[in-house]
């Protein structure tokens, strides 16, 4: 079972940047897909960016492309999220995911969850 602990949230201004972290407790961590989601107050849990086990391949939500960038080092048994030019509507809990699957996009595809981490962005 692999463990994820999400780190890096903060309070910051529009227009700033954040890195969040995401780190695995199994060296097998290299063989999952890592996908990040969110969930705002009162909303659902969204779809936010997605890392294939290399890292070769990545994909975003319409809403932060162009402003996150997703990574990660598996020596490290880290995977990043790089948040720039944050808004407002950005401000949510922030949970990193495990899936045996790449790309994946629904939650259902991920097999184990971090417990979250919080990104408030004020104006």
């Known amino acids: 079972q692999v463990q994820l602990v999400e780190s890096g949230g903060g309070l910051v201004q529009a227009g700033d940047s954040l890195r969040l972290s995401c780190a695995a407790s199994e060296d097998t961590f290299i063989i999952y897909a890592i996908g990040w989601f969110r969930q705002a107050p009162g909303k659902e849990r969204d779809f936010v960016a997605h890392i294939s086990w290399s890292g070769a391949n990545t994909y975003y939500a319409d809403s932060v492309k162009g402003r996150f960038t997703i990574s990660r080092d598996n020596r490290e048994n880290t995977v990043y999220l790089q948040m720039n030019k944050l808004k407002p509507e950005d401000t949510a809990v922030y949970y990193c995911?495990?899936?045996?699957?790449?790309?994946?996009?629904?939650?259902?595809?991920?097999?184990?969850w971090g417990q979250g981490t919080l990104v408030t962005v004020s104006s």
């Open positions: 995911a495990a899936s045996r699957t790449t790309p994946a996009q629904a939650k259902g595809q991920y097999d184990y």
